[in-house]
């Protein structure tokens, strides 16, 4: 009988809370998964996914970038700057009142006036604090089940609370194509019963 300790990746991408978001999709993306486990002085404090990612962007409002319609006659021809006088560039400062933001710091921005938000927030911000955890001797259908009830796609693996793996929806799938479970069936599981069990 296949467990989680037998499925599950020992070697974890942890997020420390106050990295920036950019900063943590970054790393997911360049370790290849999409979440992981949210630690904080070694002590577990939740659990951050793509999804969380996409939920707090689209519910976190963009800096306004509203600007003032103008009229065509309202432009002047261009004049020849004189020293001392009020330096073009304030146009820019004026459009972009509303952000308050540096004018330097906009034109640094390569994508536009609005800030980027990813950038702007913190893992902890958009992390999901509660855990969905199992233990590693629990078997795989159990986990699996655990799965679907929850609604989520990886599992924090604890023992004696301490974080020892990530078991994901991708390995249970990668032991079904290697036919790894093709032996194990529901009918023989001895694995724990009750949902006390199965996090503990």
Same mark, same amino acid.
Do not use: K
């Given at each position: 009988? $296949? ?6 990746? %020992? ?9 920036? #978001?950019?900063?943590? *999709?970054? $790393? #997911?993306?360049?370790?290849? *998964? ?8 070694? &002590?577990?404090?939740?659990? #951050? ?13 963009? *800096? +306004? ?12 021809? +261009? ?7 009020? /330096? ?8 972009? /009142? ?9 034109? /640094?921005?390569? @994508? ?36 679907? &009830? ?15 793996? *990530? ?6 799938? @990668?032991?079904?194509?290697?036919? %790894? ?18 996090? &503990?």
């Amino acid at each position: 009988m $296949l467990t989680v300790r037998d499925l599950m990746t %020992r070697e974890v991408v942890t997020l420390d809370p106050d990295l920036s #978001l950019r900063e943590a *999709v970054e $790393l #997911l993306s360049a370790q290849r *998964v999409s979440g992981a486990p949210v630690t904080a002085g070694g &002590r577990l404090v939740g659990v #951050l996914s793509a999804s969380d990612v996409l939920e707090f962007e689209e519910a976190t409002p963009g *800096v +306004p970038t509203e600007r003032p319609e103008m009229e065509l006659e309202e432009w002047n021809e +261009p004049t020849e700057w004189v020293e001392g006088e009020e /330096a073009p560039a304030a146009f820019f400062s004026e459009q972009w /009142a509303d952000a308050g933001a540096d004018v330097l710091e906009r034109f /640094a921005q390569i @994508r536009g006036p609005e800030w980027d938000t990813l950038a702007e927030h913190t893992v902890g911000e958009a992390m999901t604090p509660s855990l969905c955890s199992v233990a590693p001797f629990v078997d795989i259908y159990t986990a699996a089940e655990y799965m679907v &009830r929850a609604g989520v796609h990886r599992l924090i693996v604890t023992e004696e609370g301490r974080l020892v793996g *990530v078991l994901s929806s991708m390995d249970i799938v @990668r032991a079904v194509a290697q036919q %790894r479970l093709v032996a194990a069936s529901p009918e023989v599981r001895s694995g724990p019963r009750t949902w006390a069990e199965v996090r &503990r």
